[in-house]
T-cell receptor
């Protein structure tokens, strides 16, 4: 069935280092991808998105890379801070003009001071 | 600009009871989606409403239902509650779904005892 999966369940990095969170998706027809950050007890917070006609998009301290050939996307966080500690989810729009997202399992990012 | 608002934030119900959760989308957003989040299953799509019509539905039993009002506010209902329905229920809104940014509320924590 449709799925979006993350390679690593937990990522531990030193404060100030760069973080890379990876995600694989299975639906080659998907054309919109979103990264969310979820802190404990809160709802998912939008970080950055990318459409399939792009392979890279940058935000403030974050970059998303999309490789459609191998159906892989990644989230890069520059100069990781303690406030970045959270669970990160990639999500895939199932195609078409609907609000249905398929989520990955999530990666916990731990930032060590 | 107010975000997605969900009520109630926390509730405890008994098996067999039913529950109604409410969601007010961001002003101007017409698409409202619902998700269930559990530690074991992650984030799973329940259904999406657009212009008072259910546009998409996930793989949940008929005990889970929803509706959307003319002002785009939405409610979801779970009847005959089971212990396994204990979860964080998240509402998300976007302008019209699809490739527009989808924003989440803080969720409603449901515990079934």
């Amino acid at each position: 069935g449709e799925s979006v999966g993350l390679h690593l369940p937990t990522l531990s990095v030193q404060e100030g280092d760069n973080s890379i969170i990876n995600c694989a998706y299975s639906n080659s027809a998907s054309d919109y991808f979103i990264w969310y950050k979820q802190e404990s007890g809160k709802g998912p917070q939008f970080i950055i998105d990318i459409r399939s006609n792009m392979d890279k998009r940058q935000g403030q301290r974050v970059t998303v890379l999309l490789n459609k050939t191998v159906k892989h996307l990644s989230l890069q966080i520059a100069a990781t801070q303690p406030g970045d500690s959270a669970v990160y989810f990639c999500a895939e729009n199932s195609g078409g003009n609907t609000g249905k997202l398929i989520f990955g399992q999530g990666t916990t990012l731990q930032v060590k001071p | 600009k107010a975000g997605v608002t969900q009520t109630p934030r926390y509730l405890i119900k008994t098996r067999g009871q039913q529950v109604t959760l409410s969601c007010s989308p961001i002003s101007g957003h017409r698409s409202v989606s619902w998700y269930q989040q559990t530690p074991g299953q992650g984030l799973q799509f329940l259904f999406e409403y657009f212009s008072e019509t259910q546009r998409n539905k996930g793989n949940f039993p008929g005990r889970f239902s929803g509706r959307q009002f003319s002002n785009s506010r939405s409610e979801m209902n779970v009847s005959t509650l089971e212990l396994g329905d204990s979860a964080l229920y998240l509402c998300a809104s976007s302008l019209d779904g699809g490739r527009n940014t989808i924003y989440f509320g803080e969720g409603s924590w449901l515990t079934v005892v």
